[in-house]
């Protein structure tokens, strides 16, 4: 088993015969992570410490997990030291590095270093590739039902396209639960809400966010960066399938893809998702400046349920935008 702090080129990981284990989907799906947030506290974490790195550390640390590969660039500066004080722990650091400026060479260069490190050969990682892609055309699959039969809920599209950072450690295992899956999504009747929402930014760190949304009228049919997770560009390069991943590079990419999914799958409003103390909240004045249908900007700070404030501006949000659609809805 090998922790990974963001979606790397997991190929080269199962191609080295390890199972990648994404540290934030353990954190955020364990009993109680807000005390697992409360324990990194304890070992010296600061509040105004991103509640995601107090709970990777935590769960590194619970888990008992012995090796990370730390995503150095293109994710979160502070993985830097939180990679150097789990090394001071014993565990052994790997470091994977996405250029900025979406340098091919730059990239390839990182995933070689990685493929030697983990002892993985790119015949391996090919025929590895081609097994996940396989998995991939069926999320995208997943996604079309979303956003163009309208039978998969916001929920449902996250769960799954998030878990392709890592399918679960283990691609057989996860594509028959999504083959279950999808059968029974496809016999369904289309779900009717009428307001069409995008959801930006990292995934939230509260509980029953996508429920209420849908029991406000509301509907998420696009998850920006869980879609960007499961990686639905069929490229037969490896190295350009993660060049066309937007998430560790520059806002322009990940400005188109939010710009076509607008158009193509006719949404009325974006809901963009900020953390606490991330640098990446930045980004909300570039979305705000961009975006040609209304943004409404959350923000969260520890996981639990979603708060009572939150709801109301999402409710207040849901009722403008079918202010704004009718009578057309
Ligand atoms: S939410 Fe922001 S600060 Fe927190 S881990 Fe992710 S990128 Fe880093």
Not at 150 to 166: I, M, R
Not at 223 to 235: G, K, L, T, W, Y
């Amino acid at each position: 088993m090998i922790g990974i702090t963001a979606t790397v080129p997991v190929e080269i990981i199962f191609a080295a015969g390890m199972r990648p284990v994404d540290i934030n989907n353990i954190f955020i799906t364990s009993d109680n992570p807000s005390r697992l947030v409360s324990q990194a506290e304890a070992a010296g974490f600061s509040h105004n410490t991103c509640s995601w790195i107090k709970g990777i550390y935590s769960t590194v640390i619970a888990r008992d997990i012995k090796e990370i590969i730390a995503v150095t660039g293109g994710d979160c500066s502070n993985t830097i030291p939180l990679a150097e004080l789990l090394a001071r722990n014993g565990i052994r650091i790997y470091t994977f590095h996405y250029p900025h400026d979406r340098d091919r060479e730059g990239l390839w260069s990182q995933m070689d270093k990685l493929r030697k490190a983990l002892g993985a050969d790119w015949h391996d990682i090919k025929e590895v590739k081609s097994r996940l892609d396989r998995v991939r055309g069926k999320l995208k699959r997943l996604d079309y039902l979303t956003w163009r039969e309208d039978v998969v809920s916001g929920l449902e599209n996250h769960l799954f396209l998030v878990t392709a950072s890592d399918f679960n450690g283990d691609p057989n295992r996860f594509e028959n639960e999504l083959d279950l899956f999808l059968a029974d999504a496809e016999k369904r009747t289309p779900f009717d809400q009428k307001i069409r929402l995008g959801y930006l930014g990292v995934p939230p760190i509260f509980g029953r966010f996508y429920e209420f949304i849908e029991s406000v009228g509301g509907r998420v049919v696009f998850n920006e960066v869980q879609r960007q997770f499961s990686m639905p560009f069929e490229c037969d390069d490896i190295v350009n399938q993660y060049l066309e991943y937007t998430y560790p590079y520059d806002m322009a990419g990940r400005l188109r893809d939010i710009e076509q999914a607008v158009t193509q799958r006719r949404l009325h409003g974006l809901i963009h998702y900020t953390q606490t103390f991330c640098y990446r909240q930045i980004y909300d004045i570039i979305l705000r400046q961009e975006a040609r249908i209304p943004i409404l900007t959350l923000e969260g700070d520890r996981p639990g349920l979603i708060d009572g404030r939150t709801c109301l501006r999402i409710e207040t949000f849901v009722e403008m935008l079918k202010e704004r659609q009718s009578p057309a809805i």
